[in-house]
């Protein structure tokens, strides 16, 4: 249990739905992440949020959409998706910004296939 | 950009066998470097790191040791066991970044 819950942990949907992935973190951080896990590939960074700001987009589709509703709480809106969109995303935190030297804690991950 | 390459996998070995995966990055300055570990069903955890050349991080056995003049960060374990089985992911964060940069992850399976 590293603090970092993510919700829910497996998601099948079709390419013209649309659905949500959330996280939680419980350990009083104030900066989250979202990344994508994708086979054989590195991780990809898509957002960093640091107290609720938006402060980095890596270059990712409109198709993915991020909120940040508060620092505890960071969800990932999917719509459209394609099927190489099927993947591992992975919410993290830290308390502070990683360039202080501050640990990130990663949740389980949800479990991402688009058919 | 930065960048970092680690030895494809997967890699299967025996208990008790000494393991090294290997880490190499290209980043411009000092970076942090950083082993994640994530066992089955689970998110990343991190395993040890070093901030500066020479650092040797350690932690459960395994360790690693920052190579300036080689760019690497090998990861090494003297006795592997069965629950060490999971994928390993080297990391760097350069000087000034918000971002860890990561490799594509290196599957190990230890064998009774």
């Known amino acids: 249990e590293t603090g970092v819950t993510q919700t829910p942990r497996h998601l099948v949907m079709g390419m013209t739905n649309k659905k949500s992935l959330k996280c939680e973190q419980h350990?009083?951080?104030?900066?989250m992440y979202w990344y994508k896990q994708s086979a054989k590939k590195p991780l990809e960074l898509m957002f960093v949020y640091n107290f609720k700001e938006q402060t980095e987009n890596n270059s990712v589709p409109s198709r993915f959409s991020p909120e940040c509703p508060n620092s505890s709480h960071l969800f990932l809106h999917l719509h459209t998706l394609q099927p190489e969109d099927s993947a591992l995303y992975l919410c993290?935190?830290?308390?502070?910004?990683?360039?202080?030297?501050?640990?990130?804690?990663f949740g389980e991950g949800s479990w991402l296939t688009v058919v | 950009g930065d960048s970092v390459t680690q030895m494809e996998g997967p890699v299967t070995l025996s208990e008790e066998a000494f393991l090294t995966i290997n880490c190499t990055y290209t980043?411009?300055?000092?970076?942090?470097l950083f082993w994640y570990v994530q066992y089955p069903g689970e998110g990343l955890q991190l395993l040890l790191k070093a901030t500066k050349a020479d650092d040797k991080g350690s932690n459960k056995g395994f360790e690693a040791t920052y190579r300036k003049e080689t760019t690497s960060f090998h990861l090494e374990k003297g006795s592997v066991q069965v629950s060490d089985s999971a994928v390993y992911f080297c990391?760097?964060?350069?000087?000034?970044?918000?971002?860890?940069?990561f490799g594509q992850g290196t599957r190990l399976t230890i064998n009774p």
């Open positions: 980043a411009t300055g000092y970076p942090s």
């Open positions: 993290a935190s830290s308390q502070g910004q990683i360039i202080s030297g501050n640990t990130i804690y």
């Open positions: 990391a760097l964060l350069s000087q000034g970044a918000q971002k860890l940069v």
């Open positions: 350990l009083g951080h104030n900066a």
